[in-house]
Structures are given as C-alpha cells and as structure tokens.
C-alpha cells in the first residue's frame, strides 16, 4: 500500500513552501516521528516529521523546489510489507490515487472549461476579485494545477481602473502591477551586466504581499505625540544599576522594554482600544497581546508578548530577548507570532526620529517609535534641555476612531513620562 507524503500548513499565512532539504532518501526506512525534510515557509526554515511508517519510496518534490502548494504530494511512502516499483516509486496508479486525494476535482473542470460551482482560487484572489467585482469562474488560472492567483485577477481589471484605488497604491504598487511594468520590461530598463538579480524567498514575498494588501484595504490615519523620556532613561538606569539579589546579574533593561510595559497598560486603561477587526465584528480582548517588529536579514518578524500588562519588566525584556534570538534563527514557532491585538516598530536605535508604519492585520493599530533626541523645549517660560522622542499611531478607522486613538496615545504619554506607574 502507498501513502502520500502532503506538504503540511506551517503557518496561518502559509500558501507554498520551499523544500530546502531532505533529510531521508529513496529506500530509506521511515518511522513516525522521524524528521524527513526540511520545508521553508513565509516564516521560517521548519522540520517535518512523519505521521506514518514504511519505505520512502519516492521523492516527487526534490531539494530546491520552490513555491510547492500546501497540501501537494511531495513524496510516497510504501507500507511496510509493500513493494517498491522497479523505478523506485509507485505504481502510476497508485500515485494517481494519492494525488486526487489532495487535487479537488473543480481543478479539472477549470482546466477543461466545464462549468462547476466551486472556484479554485487563493484566498488573495478571491479577497481581490471581491473588491473588483470579478466573476472568477470566467477565469482561467495560471497557478499550481489550473488555480487562479493574484495574477490573474489583476490581469482581468488591468484595462479598468481599480475600484479601491488610492493615491497610495501609486506610490507603493504591488510588486505583480506595477506602474514600471512586469520583470522583463523592467529589466530591459538597465544595461545588462549593471545589476545581480536577487531572487525573492518566501518571507520577502509574504511582506511584498501583505504590506500591499494592508495600504490597499486597511483605512489608515496617523496620530503623532511627542514624549519626555528623562525620567523613564533615569530609572531605566538606576534599576540596570540595581541587584536584586547577590547570585544575580544585574539587568540590562532597554527603554523599549518600558514603551512595551506603558502601551500593555495604557490598552487596559482604555479597553475599547485593545480591539482587532474581524470584517463583520472587532474582537475585544482582555490581555494586551503586544506583537513587537524584530528585523533578519531579508525581512522582518513581529514576535508577540502574551498579556504583557501582567509581566515584569524584567520579564517582558528577558523574553523579547529570546523572541528576538528564535526569530534571528529561523527558529520561531506559529505560537511565537500568531495574533496579538497591537504591535510597536521601534526604529530609533538607528536614528529615525519618526516614521509611520503599515499596520500589520486585523490588529487595530501599531506604533511608530522614533529615536530618543536631546531637545530644547520651553518650561515655566525658561528654555530647558530635555531627553525626547515622537511615536506616530497608525490606526485602522474602521477598527476605532481618532478620538479613541487620541486618548489612548495621551494614557501611553502619561505612562511613559510617570515611569514608576509602569512597575506598580
């Protein structure tokens, strides 16, 4: 008997993946629990175990081979007691049975014309084709095994100007339309030999994706408020310079450590605020999930503190260290990064002093923190030098309203301006 080996859904966000290696081969005996290949996904480079046991009797997906669809053969098993064909795989037969496991019979019909009523579409494409009022069963799709994609919708309202299009889509276009043209024609711009193509990964082609979808579908309106940090910097440093105890180590508590902790309890002061949109509902929360931007080489990741209004400072810093860590590895699991209900990008150890960043769905908002800058500011009519630095709130206005925002930001300021509230 033959069984299939599936590529198995990672990620929430996952779609494809890349087989970077595997770790068994043709003949191998394989029992469940052993890790057999190594799959690259929008996320992360993951291991996947076998459920079943026998010989793996042929790789149909081989290293390297990319953009393979969720749920895909990528390879068989023969049970043990089984035969292995002479070529070293199974039996045309059989394989054409474990692929039509897997192979919704509508693909056929799309293929060939017949009229069915179930589309075979990526979730994106529908999503797009919705908001275009494209009809995709007039569609022939040019994805893995006849599905229609992103590209292909665009392609059937290319000659019509978008419904949803906003000035924003002309300054940041999608990577498949943009304004330059497709691959080729932009590549005949340049004198060949003046440039090396990078191919996208998986995670690059997440963020083209998902950023593009947010700015298109996602209403955003920023808010920016300016924040005193000379007495959050001033016990930040008195507590890195305390030890608790005499086996232990001083911490090393980082101001975003603080800005962590302040939006945590700011949202559970203003609970209408700890909210994500969920199209026909917001769900509002009760712990302040905090998804915080950690930059790899190639991307990004947004790692997520689990009810950071109840943890300590030292805490919330030791494990934003160990997400950071996993992520830099590769090594984050989905649990590490699924949900939240806000998110901070902190740019200013790098010296941005303010930004407005793309909020990451369903979540309601994200913070923009920019770097702390010496500043001269005006008290009791006296010019006075203080420590500062702006945060800009990009919001979802269909999640929650400026005004809404605007307390909410002002509870963040009071927050971090009267740091001792942060540790009670």
């Known amino acids: ?14 779609e494809t993946g890349n087989i970077v290696r595997w770790l068994k081969k043709e003949g191998d005996e394989v029992k469940i629990g052993d890790v057999i290949a190594e799959i690259e996904t929008d996320k992360a480079t993951m291991e996947i175990e076998a459920f079943d046991e026998g010989t793996l009797s042929r790789i149909m997906r081989p290293e390297g081979s990319l953009d393979v669809p969720v749920n895909e053969v990528i390879g068989m098993l023969t049970a043990l007691g089984g035969t292995i064909s002479d070529r070293g795989g199974v039996s045309d037969a059989a394989l054409s049975i474990a692929t039509a496991e897997i192979e919704p019979k509508m693909t056929g019909a799309i293929q060939t014309g017949a009229t069915t009523d179930r589309v075979f579409a990526s979730p994106l494409a529908k999503r797009i084709a919705s908001e275009e009022h494209v009809d995709l069963s007039g569609l022939v799709g040019s994805g893995p095994r006849g599905r229609i994609v992103r590209r292909d919708v665009e392609a059937s309202v290319s000659g019509r100007p978008s419904a949803h299009q906003t000035a924003v889509d002309e300054v940041l276009p999608e990577p498949a339309r943009t304004t330059f043209g497709n691959a080729e024609q932009v ?15 998986g995670m690059r082609r997440t963020i083209a994706s998902k950023v593009v979808e947010a700015k298109r579908t996602v209403p955003h309106f920023y808010l920016s408020i ?26 090393k508590l980082t101001a975003n450590d603080f800005i962590v902790k302040a939006l945590a309890i700011s949202m559970q002061e203003c609970p209408e605020a700890n909210v994500v949109w969920a199209e026909d509902r917001v769900l509002r929360f009760k712990h302040s999930d905090i998804a915080v931007a950690v930059a790899v080489d190639g991307g990004l990741y947004i790692p997520v503190v689990r009810r950071a209004e ?25 649990e590490d ?46 010019p006075t030098s203080i420590r500062a630095f702006t945060v800009t709130m990009s919001c ?17 300021k009071a927050a971090v301006q009267n740091p001792m509230r942060i540790l009670v």
Do not use: W
């Not at 299939?4 to 929430?12: F, G, N």
């Open 337 to 382: 990064y699924r949900g939240g209900s806000a998110s901070i990008s902190n740019l200013g150890m790098y010296g941005v002093s303010n930004f407005q960043p793309i909020i990451n769905p369903p979540h309601a908002f994200i913070l923009g923190i920019g770097a702390v800058e010496e500043r001269l500011v005006s008290r009791n009519g006296q």
């Open 187 to 201: 590549i005949r711009m340049y004198e060949p030999g003046s440039y090396d193509e990078i191919s996208l990964d």
């Open 226 to 251: 300016d924040c005193d940090a000379d007495a959050l910097l001033k016990l930040r440093g008195e507590l890195n310079a305390t030890q608790m105890r005499a086996d232990a180590q001083a911490m």
């Open 1 to 14: 008997m033959s069984i299939s080996i599936l590529l198995p859904s990672l990620s929430p966000s996952m």
């Open 310 to 334: 109840t943890k300590s400072l030292s805490s919330i810093s030791s494990e934003i260290k160990m997400l950071a860590e996993r992520a830099r590895a590769g090594k984050l699991a989905p």
């Open 396 to 412: 979802d206005h269909r999640a929650m309203d400026g005004a809404l925002a605007a307390r909410l930001l002002a509870t963040f």
